[in-house]
């Protein structure tokens, strides 16, 4: 009931292993377990009315977090499109920080992102597969995090392409429990795509349409 977030979408939260609350986000700013913004967690480059926003757990590195931030599909004149943030649990007397050189990192500009991101652990089970939609094509963007950091992004062009009459920017992608399966809701059209995902490439293929009666 003391929750700081105020969000009519994005919401993330980071817990410990044994579910204890550690930080949240509404895509704008970061508040730490006792409810406080965060030093340096204001001022995020996402938007509370995005759809997605996520967090996420370096492999290898149990008190690092990578807080990815939409923005909202429409701010196309001072949107900054996807961008990243890192959190490190040590800091602020281990009630969390946003490092201060990897504050705000874009990924992809507003003119080429939607407000869609999922992910799921790579077939190793220990590394990440971060999946992003892009705007106005029907690339999707597989990032792969790893103890190393944020390595490119595999580029699966499949499915549905997106126009300039019928975005299909807000809706979600949600991932399968075994992260084989994919699917992107379509909420412009009505309709959604189911996809399998290789989870050791970060390839998406056989896309499969289904439209809401």
């Excluded at 508040?31 to 340096?40: A, E, G, I, Q, S």
């Excluded at 990897?102 to 992809?108: D, F």
């Excluded at 939609?133 to 950091?149: C, D, H, I, S, V």
Aim: proline fraction near 6%; glycine fraction near 8%.
């Amino acid at each position: 009931n003391n929750g700081q977030t105020f969000s009519r979408e994005a919401s993330s939260v980071a817990t410990d292993m044994t579910g204890n609350l550690l930080f949240y986000t509404d895509a704008s700013s970061l508040y730490d377990r006792n409810h406080n913004l965060m030093p340096n967690g204001n001022n995020l480059d996402g938007h509370s009315s995005t759809t997605q926003t996520l967090i996420l757990p370096q492999p290898g590195s149990p008190w690092i977090f990578w807080v990815f931030t939409p923005n909202s599909f429409d701010n196309l004149a001072t949107g900054k499109g996807l961008s990243y943030s890192v959190v490190d649990m040590t800091l602020n007397n281990s009630l969390g920080d946003v490092v201060p050189t990897q504050k705000n990192i874009q990924l992809l500009p507003q003119s080429q992102f939607t407000e869609k991101i999922t992910a799921t652990r790579h077939c190793n089970g220990t590394d990440w597969w971060i999946l992003v939609k892009e705007r106005n094509n029907n690339n999707f963007r597989a990032y792969l995090l790893t103890a190393a950091g944020l390595g490119a992004p595999v580029i699966s062009s499949v499915g549905t392409a997106s126009s300039v009459s019928f975005p299909n920017v807000i809706g979600s992608l949600k991932f399968n429990p075994g992260g084989n399966r994919v699917v992107n809701v379509l909420f412009h059209t009505n309709s959604f795509e189911l996809f399998d995902f290789d989870k050791s490439t970060g390839q998406l293929s056989n896309p499969v349409s289904i439209l809401d009666p």
